[in-house]
């Protein structure tokens, strides 16, 4: 189990650039779930997908925002025209739900965007 | 929304005991975890309750829950200074959709030797 693994763990971009962070869950995990944190915060749930399907978005995820779990292992957030205000740390999780069951989520080390 | 409210700082000295408590609004609520975060990382999952249980206990931790109250706790025995971190209390349950973790602020304990 060589859990959560997010890259990178930081970037830094200029106001209006794209970026795309890439999180690979825990082996065998079925669900992945995206959440953003901002300095003194708690996180707050953007998304999550079950395999490859994306069931949930939160209001949070503007059209700007696109995420992908396309082969049901890793996921892939994309922020496009980014802005001051996405300045943040995405953080994935990811957990296993045999049988419709929840199980614990369990959290990356997160990336951290910075937004010049 | 449903909401989870915590006090912002809680200092203590090492070998003490740590109270860190947490109260939420979600009726609904089936889980109640706490994590722990250290600074610059992710969150780690020290524990968790269903909501039909009163108290669990893990090692040094021990949670409690007094459901009528919407009301949790995280007590952390002999608290070291390894220790000192934001902790977090999060729930899941109906009313938020069931998948995902409603957060609270969180606590930063703070542990002088």
């Known amino acids: 189990d060589t859990g959560v693994s997010q890259d990178p763990r930081h970037k830094i971009t200029k106001r209006g650039q794209n970026v795309t962070f890439r999180c690979d869950p825990i082996?065998?995990?079925?669900?992945l779930y995206w959440y953003r944190q901002t300095l003194g915060q708690g996180p707050e749930f953007l998304t999550y997908?079950?395999?490859?399907?994306?069931?949930?978005k939160s209001r949070l995820l503007s059209d700007r925002f696109s995420a992908e779990r396309p082969k049901g292992s890793f996921s892939t957030l994309e922020i496009q025209r980014t802005e001051q205000g996405d300045s943040a740390m995405y953080l994935c999780?990811?957990?296993?739900?045999?049988?419709?069951?929840?199980?614990?989520?369990?959290f990356g080390d997160g990336t951290r965007l910075s937004i010049l | 929304g449903e909401d989870v409210e915590q006090s912002l700082f809680l200092s203590v000295r090492e070998g003490d005991s740590s109270v860190i408590n947490c109260t939420y609004t979600?009726?609904?609520?089936?889980?109640l975890y706490w994590y722990k975060q250290e600074p610059g990382a992710g969150l780690q999952l020290l524990t968790y309750?269903?909501?039909?249980?009163d108290m669990k206990q893990d090692q040094r931790l021990t949670v409690l829950l007094n459901k009528k109250d919407k009301h949790l706790s995280l007590r952390i025995a002999d608290t070291q200074t390894g220790d000192s971190a934001i902790y977090f209390c999060?729930?899941?349950?109906?009313?938020?959709?069931?998948?995902?973790?409603?957060f609270g602020t969180g606590t930063r304990l703070l542990v002088s030797p």
């Open positions: 082996s065998e995990h079925n669900r």
């Open positions: 999780a990811s957990s296993l739900s045999p049988g419709g069951v929840n199980q614990p989520q369990h």
């Open positions: 997908f079950q395999n490859e399907a994306q069931l949930e």
């Open positions: 999060a729930e899941r349950g109906l009313n938020t959709g069931f998948q995902k973790l409603v």
């Open positions: 979600d009726s609904s609520s089936t889980y």
């Open positions: 309750i269903f909501s039909n249980m």
